[in-house]
């Protein structure tokens, strides 16, 4: 991760003090969350890995949860860093390795929440259109959606996400290659190559754009979901109309994390990165100022690990459930009674409520939205 050279800071008594709060204030948060999100992703990973890989959706979870995992990992080492341990070698460790893996994670993540976006954008919208069009669009959206929702697709497009983001990244592991010592050790910056410099920024707004397209992705799939779905519910009766605003709360909750974990941090972070540079044009005070907006934000970015198990949770009935047999220590057999009366569903369907699906019956015929 990156870090700013103390030598550079403003002078005045009032800045260093607000280091020095930021300093002890977010190591401890770090740890916490650590702490927390380990134990939440942990029963996340014992829950999903044990649920079959039998659809798309299944393939993209199970990502997100590792993405978190090994995010998490990253840490100790920052905490450690910023509270002097290790001294000068320890951020030698986070600027050319942890921090890698902190960033890369993070990207992950995202762009696995635009493929869920997508598939749900597929199935819920794109699916339910279709039995209105002709027999060739009919048949072009099903091929789409069968390819989406294709475990053996998915499994595909998550290595090639993974291959493509470690492509993108090591580099900036190889190229932070300049001999540290106690003097440049605490800025990233100066333990890279020239080439190491041009290829971070690179490297930087390629992810910055991910992530804006991830955004884009998702504010477009999911309002399109939500329009979709108020159509469907103003046609049956008001009795459902509970349901509804489950599936709109299942549907915003995405977008508020999202919004509220990522959205600061990159708007802050193409600035942040042009002050890094030699020659970037930025006073110190600028500098300063934007290292303390930076630190903040990205702590909201990594707290996005303690958010999604509870998102699990929220959206997706078979996590739900299986969670608390877990906790009950029942088998659920009752539970799969229950189920029964509602139906067979096979895992995949099962997370309907991920984006919203919801199953809706009419008077006299079911529409289903989603799985």
């Given at each position: 991760?990156?870090h700013?050279?103390?030598?550079?800071?403003?002078?005045?008594?009032?800045?260093?003090?607000?280091?020095?709060?930021?300093?002890?204030?977010l190591?401890?948060?770090?740890?916490?969350?650590?702490?927390?999100?380990?134990?939440?992703?942990?029963?996340?990973?014992c829950i999903?890995?044990?649920?079959?890989?039998?659809?798309?959706?299944?393939?993209?979870?199970?990502?997100?949860?590792?993405?978190?995992?090994?995010?998490?990992?990253?840490?100790?080492?920052?905490?450690?860093?910023?509270?002097?341990?290790?001294?000068w070698?320890?951020?030698?460790?986070?600027?050319?390795?942890?921090?890698?893996?902190?960033?890369?994670?993070?990207?992950?993540?995202i762009?696995?929440?635009?493929?869920?976006?997508?598939?749900?954008?597929?199935?819920?919208?794109?699916?339910?259109?279709?039995?209105?069009?002709?027999?060739?669009?009919?048949?072009?959206?099903?091929?789409?959606?069968?390819?989406?929702?294709?475990?053996?697709?998915?499994?595909?497009?998550?290595?090639?996400?993974?291959?493509?983001?470690?492509?993108?990244?090591?580099?900036?592991?190889?190229?932070?290659?300049?001999?540290?010592?106690?003097?440049?050790?605490?800025?990233?910056?100066?333990?890279?190559?020239?080439?190491g410099?041009?290829?971070h920024?690179?490297?930087?707004y390629?992810?910055?754009?991910?992530?804006?397209?991830?955004?884009?992705?998702?504010?477009?799939?999911?309002?399109?979901?939500?329009?979709?779905?108020?159509?469907?519910y103003?046609?049956?009766?008001r009795?459902?109309?509970?349901?509804?605003?489950?599936?709109?709360?299942?549907?915003?909750?995405?977008?508020?994390?999202?919004?509220?974990?990522?959205?600061?941090?990159?708007?802050?972070?193409?600035?942040?990165?042009?002050?890094?540079?030699?020659?970037?044009?930025?006073?110190?005070?600028?500098r300063?100022?934007?290292?303390?907006?930076?630190?903040?934000?990205l702590?909201?970015?990594?707290?996005?690990v303690?958010?999604?198990?509870?998102?699990?949770?929220?959206m997706?009935?078979?996590?739900?459930?299986?969670?608390?047999?877990?906790?009950?220590?029942?088998?659920?057999?009752?539970?799969?009674?229950?189920?029964?009366?509602?139906?067979?569903?096979?895992?995949?369907?099962?997370?309907?409520?991920l984006?919203g699906?919801?199953?809706?019956r009419e008077?006299?015929?079911?529409t289903?939205?989603?799985?």
């Open positions: 991760m990156d700013l050279n103390t030598s550079n800071l403003p002078n005045n008594q009032s800045d260093f003090d607000r280091v020095s709060t930021l300093k002890v204030l190591p401890p948060l770090y740890l916490l969350t650590w702490l927390v999100g380990g134990a939440l992703n942990g029963v996340a990973a999903f890995f044990r649920v079959p890989s039998d659809s798309g959706l299944v393939v993209y979870l199970k990502n997100m949860v590792v993405a978190d995992l090994l995010m998490l990992t990253s840490f100790p080492f920052k905490a450690a860093a910023d509270l002097g341990v290790g001294g070698r320890m951020h030698v460790v986070t600027c050319r390795y942890t921090g890698v893996l902190f960033y890369s994670c993070m990207y992950v993540g762009v696995f929440m635009g493929f869920i976006s997508l598939e749900r954008y597929m199935k819920i919208v794109r699916h339910n259109s279709s039995n209105t069009s002709t027999c060739w669009s009919r048949w072009c959206s099903v091929s789409r959606l069968h390819l989406l929702q294709s475990p053996g697709f998915a499994r595909a497009l998550a290595l090639l996400t993974w291959m493509s983001l470690l492509l993108s990244v090591l580099p900036n592991v190889l190229l932070t290659s300049n001999p540290a010592n106690e003097t440049n050790a605490h800025q990233c910056m100066q333990l890279k190559t020239p080439f410099l041009q290829w920024k690179y490297s930087t390629f992810n910055i754009g991910l992530f804006w397209l991830a955004l884009c992705l998702l504010s477009f799939c999911y309002t399109s979901i939500a329009c979709r779905l108020y159509s469907s103003r046609l049956i009766r009795g459902q109309s509970n349901a509804c605003r489950k599936s709109k709360r299942s549907i915003f909750s995405i977008l508020v994390v999202f919004f509220v974990c990522f959205v600061p941090y990159h708007v802050l972070r193409v600035p942040y990165t042009l002050s890094q540079g030699k020659g970037s044009g930025f006073i110190n005070d600028d300063f100022l934007l290292f303390q907006l930076k630190e903040a934000t702590f909201l970015s990594a707290f996005n303690c958010l999604d198990p509870v998102i699990y949770f929220l997706c009935r078979t996590f739900r459930e299986s969670l608390l047999r877990k906790l009950s220590g029942r088998r659920g057999r009752g539970r799969g009674r229950g189920r029964s009366r509602r139906g067979s569903l096979t895992t995949g369907q099962s997370f309907t409520n984006g699906g919801e199953e809706v008077r006299g015929k079911d289903r939205i989603g799985d």
